[in-house]
């Protein structure tokens, strides 16, 4: 299947700092990608839906100026949690849609620890 | 609403088959989705199955879709030690919901040698 790296796998910061995490489609292009925030023992919360030079759909409850999202490339997005709390910590994982097919191919996911 | 429910945990023996429930409700789903997860790691896709099809078959995992009862199982034939792990089912919202995917909570598998 598609590969989708993420970077940092994961960082620890300091309350009030921010951080940038990037979500990379390797080997095919992505129109849509998606960033999810997974607490332990529990599933997938879909935080924001990313279109390729548009701006991003944020679910409801998501602060959309806390959780910066860019797509500004057909294999590249990013997710910037700004300001960051202690409550941030979390497991983010990005995914990404082949423009051709409903698949959809999630990334190793990136441990956020905000102290 | 959408919605996607599955058991929580399933525990087998190493060799014995598997299958793991989930049930949805959104009747306009087009495909359906099972994902495994790792202890820390990201999502893999296992395998996906059209709407229009009541089975697909890849190798030791089998896909059952009814979808008059829209119900979808996953079964896995001689389960190892290293298929535990949590599997999600997932229903993809198309239209202008964008390719959404919509995920059950998760079943634990758990297998012991």
């Known amino acids: 299947g598609a590969v989708v790296s993420q970077h940092p796998s994961r960082v620890i910061c300091k309350s009030g700092t921010s951080v940038k995490i990037e979500c990379r489609s390797l080997?095919?292009?992505?129109?849509?990608m998606f960033w999810y925030r997974q607490f332990p023992k529990q599933s997938l919360m879909l935080m924001a839906t990313?279109?390729?030079?548009?701006?991003?759909?944020?679910e409801q409850g998501v602060e959309k100026d806390k959780f910066l999202i860019n797509h500004a490339s057909l294999t590249l997005s990013t997710l910037t949690v700004t300001s960051a709390h202690p409550e941030d910590s979390s497991f983010y994982i990005c995914s990404a849609r082949d423009a051709k097919y409903y698949e959809q191919y999630f990334g190793p996911g990136t441990r956020l620890t905000v102290t | 609403g959408e919605d996607v429910e599955q058991s929580l945990f399933l525990s087998v023996r190493e060799g014995d088959s598997s299958v793991i429930n989930c049930t949805y409700t959104d009747s306009s789903s087009t495909y359906l989705y099972w994902y495994k997860q790792e202890p820390g790691a990201g999502l893999q896709l296992l395998t996906y199955?059209?709407?229009?099809?009541d089975m697909k078959q890849d190798q030791r995992l089998t896909v059952l879709l009814n979808k008059k009862d829209k119900h979808l199982s996953l079964r896995i034939a001689d389960t190892q030690t290293g298929d535990s792990a949590i599997y999600f089912c997932?229903?993809?919202?198309?239209?202008?919901?964008?390719?959404?995917?919509?995920f059950g909570q998760g079943t634990e598998l758990s297998v012991k040698p």
């Open positions: 199955i059209f709407s229009n099809m």
């Open positions: 990313s279109n390729e030079g548009s701006k991003a759909t944020y």
């Open positions: 997932a229903e993809i919202l198309v239209g202008n919901q964008g390719g959404k995917l919509i």
């Open positions: 080997d095919f292009q992505a129109t849509t």
